[in-house]
């Protein structure tokens, strides 16, 4: 099994609420129902997620097939009865309890590529029922070969308006890293950075697995100085109502200037997402005491593999007044 998204991506507006299971860039593969349980909903549309099944289960979850060619042969005689009685294409259909039931592995529908899909895949979510927040479907014990660490491409340092410094200047550094083994990383840079008031840090990065050139997102990034947690985030839930918060973990600015896509350490006050363990300070550093310090940025993927990246600097007290 091969991903061309993870769950938790960040995407534009949003955050990817599912996995994408690659499908050989072809449509036809068999999607079998995960457990027990009855069709909830059929949803089709020309965009979207085009061809979507959902399927209730009895211990609270809901599993989610989107992108798909066609349903099986029952769901597919219900859904156009019900087409022809409402005379129309695009329908959102919420079969009663029991009335389109399904057992563990029965066939339900084909892969495709219907929708808004950029080439044959399978999106494939696990919600909550009740709820409907999606979860993780990676802690659910499927496996993925992967044993490569997440790959942090560069790194941006942004002194905050009127409130930092970054080695004087009052504009953010951007700097490429270099790789010394296979999980550890370093600034180009030769001599400690020298940082003054309040600073932000942020990664470009990206994800594989084995035998899959197609990079993905992580599950999870921390930031780190002197051992002290600014600000971590594990990709495991959330809600849709909360989705377009999704921006502001990104460097907005930067990627509409060089396409750069820094994750920031920055956690706005009013940014709802519940999916940060630990913020600190909203994940500002502050540099007001003339001493050496370490900053550590570490990335996750869900089978455990770590990249760290660690950032000599150096505190230095200004007159708040020259910040500007």
């Not at 007001?288 to 900053?295: A, K, L, P, V």
């Amino acid at each position: 099994m091969t991903l061309s998204g993870a769950f938790g991506e960040i995407r534009a507006n949003h955050l990817h609420s599912g996995i994408d299971l690659r499908t050989n860039q072809e449509e036809g593969y068999p999607v079998h129902a995960i457990a027990n349980g009855f069709v909830s909903r059929i949803r089709v549309q020309a965009y979207g997620f085009g061809y979507a099944l959902y399927i209730d289960h009895p211990n609270g979850y809901t599993s989610v097939y989107g992108h798909l060619k066609q349903y099986n042969d029952k769901i597919t005689s219900w859904l156009h009865q019900k087409q022809y009685e409402l005379e129309q294409f695009d329908v959102d259909l919420f079969p009663k309890p029991g009335e389109l039931p399904v057992n563990k592995n029965d066939i339900v529908a084909l892969t495709g590529s219907s929708g808004m899909s950029g080439g044959p895949h399978l999106h494939f979510e696990i919600r909550n029922t009740l709820s409907e927040y999606p979860i993780n479907p990676l802690l659910f014990g499927y496996h993925l070969a992967d044993t490569i660490p997440p790959h942090i491409k560069s790194l941006r340092i942004i002194p905050l308006k009127g409130r930092g410094r970054v080695n004087g200047k009052a504009i953010p550094l951007d700097l490429p890293v270099l790789k010394t083994n296979n999980n550890t990383y370093r600034v180009s840079a030769l001599h400690p950075i020298e940082l003054s008031g309040e600073i932000v840090f942020g990664i470009d990065y990206e994800d594989f697995q084995n035998g899959n050139e197609i990079p993905t997102g992580v599950y999870s990034i921390g930031y780190f100085m002197d051992n002290l947690c600014y600000s971590s985030f594990k990709l495991e839930t959330f809600s849709f109502s909360q989705n377009k918060a999704a921006n502001s973990i990104l460097d907005y600015a930067e990627i509409m200037k060089s396409g750069h896509r820094y994750v920031r350490s920055l956690v706005e006050p009013w940014n709802p997402l519940k999916i940060y363990d630990v913020v600190q300070d909203n994940g500002i550093f502050s540099f007001t005491d003339n001493q050496s310090h370490e900053i550590r940025i570490e990335a996750k993927d869900i089978q455990g593999n770590t990249s760290i990246l660690t950032i000599p600097v150096k505190s230095k007290v200004v007159d708040r007044k020259s910040v500007v």
